[in-house]
């Protein structure tokens, strides 16, 4: 049986249901321009807010479908960040902080993420040429009273020259018995210089540290970082290595050390986000790489 829709068409004015095909319901047909025009800005509004509320349904649909799927897969999004490791006991974990963390209260650092226990603290402790980490004595003190085995890094400046960067870290660092080797942190390439001049100034800067300290520091990238520009250069040095990818370790070969899983650890006695380490390998490995 033929049917008839009798609300075929609206009003392109304000959206009324009309019977009759045409443009506009009788109201619209017999006002002002200006009446009229107050109709369609109305429709407009009218419009947008179907829109933004359509939009809104469906972003957050797929927000959940997305996040459900995440959660169910075989490594889903708590895994990325925690669960691969924080799942193995046996493992020491530890943090990394700087100045970007504030004052940290330490008499509350015990645990990552209220479960597994921290073992051990890095910390910046100078950048460049003439730069300390504002909170770096303090840090150094508090992370020593209670106990805490720690080391310190320096963030390292391409434009900047090694002895002057080393000279600044020898500077403010002094280690004993108990802490960590020093660390080297480079991150970037030089605009101005080529990579091969770059590696003769980080080996620059490890040879004068090497030499006061009298222990072959550490060092820090990424693991991008490393597998395009230190890997093959630096095979005397053991690595300290970033990867917050959902991987099982952050470079497929054995020559990392420490690995920075994640930078969305949570601590308590200190607010926002904070930097979460493991060390490759067993205790009597972690105490063979304290200085004796």
């Not at 068409?9 to 009229?36: G, W």
């Not at 040879?207 to 990424?222: D, L, M």
């Not at 690995?259 to 200190?270: E, K, M």
Request: glycine fraction near 4%.
């Amino acid at each position: 049986m033929h049917t008839h829709n009798t609300h075929s068409h609206t009003c392109l004015a304000c959206l009324t249901p009309l019977v009759e095909e045409k443009h506009l319901c009788d109201d619209c047909l017999h006002a002002t321009p200006t009446q009229r025009r107050r109709a369609f800005e109305k429709t407009k509004h009218k419009i947008a807010f179907f829109y933004i509320v359509l939009f809104a349904t469906l972003f957050y649909q797929s927000h959940e479908k997305l996040h459900n799927n995440l959660q169910t897969a075989s490594f889903g999004y708590e895994n990325l960040f925690f669960e691969p490791l924080i799942d193995e006991p046996s493992k020491l974990y530890g943090i990394d902080i700087s100045h970007y963390q504030g004052q940290v209260k330490w008499d509350k650092i015990n645990t990552i993420n209220d479960s597994m226990p921290i073992s051990f603290v890095f910390m910046r402790a100078t950048v460049g040429k003439d730069n300390e980490d504002t909170e770096f004595k303090k840090n150094w003190e508090e992370a020593g009273k209670i106990g805490m085995i720690k080391g310190a890094y320096h963030y390292y400046r391409p434009y900047e020259h090694p002895h002057a960067q080393a000279h600044n870290f020898i500077k403010h660092v002094k280690l004993q018995k108990g802490d960590f080797p020093p660390i080297l942190d480079i991150e970037s390439k030089s605009k101005k210089k080529s990579m091969k001049v770059l590696k003769s100034e980080l080996k620059k800067w490890l040879h004068i540290v090497e030499r006061h300290y009298k222990v072959k520091p550490i060092i820090y990238t990424s693991a991008s970082y490393y597998k395009s520009y230190l890997k093959d250069d630096f095979k005397e040095y053991t690595f300290w290595l970033a990867n917050y990818n959902n991987v099982t370790q952050p470079v497929k070969d054995e020559n990392w050390l420490f690995w920075q899983y994640s930078c969305t650890g949570r601590i308590s006695g200190i607010q926002g986000d904070v930097d979460l380490n493991i060390f490759n390998g067993t205790r009597n490995d972690f105490e063979y790489y304290i200085i004796k």
